[in-house]
């Protein structure tokens, strides 16, 4: 039933059911989360940061990519606790592509130093 009221609409490419939100209060519990996000459609999942580099931030996973751009729609801009939320499509390719970048350094120069190569300085 879902599907069939829905029809043949197109969505962007980087929707997807994941949403990445940063500006959260660092203080707010899953429950809240829950009770915030579960309002535009079953929640498969929910991380909310607990380290100091992923305070303020969480991902949340809906069930169908419909609801998660519902949400992402009337949930970016939404104060909570005087802050306002930043709601993003997760997108993997961007979140990993520092750590790929300083990882692939790593292995250049590890090769580099095995095989007793040296790179001339750029000027």
Known sequence: M???KRGNVRLPPEVNRILYIK???YKIT???M???FGKYGAIR???VGNTPETKGT???VYEDIFDAKNACDHLSGFNVCNRYLVVLYYQANKS???V???KKKQDLDQMKQKYGLSTPEMK
Do not use: G, W
Request: proline letters at 8%; a negative charge.
């Open 100 to 102: 790929d970048t300083e």
């Open 30 to 32: 899953p429950e809240e």
């Open 23 to 25: 500006n959260l209060p």
């Open 45 to 47: 999942q929910i991380r």
């Open 96 to 98: 990993f592509k520092k």
């Open 34 to 36: 829950y009770d915030i």
């Open 58 to 60: 969480a991902f949340v």
């Open 2 to 4: 879902a599907m069939s």
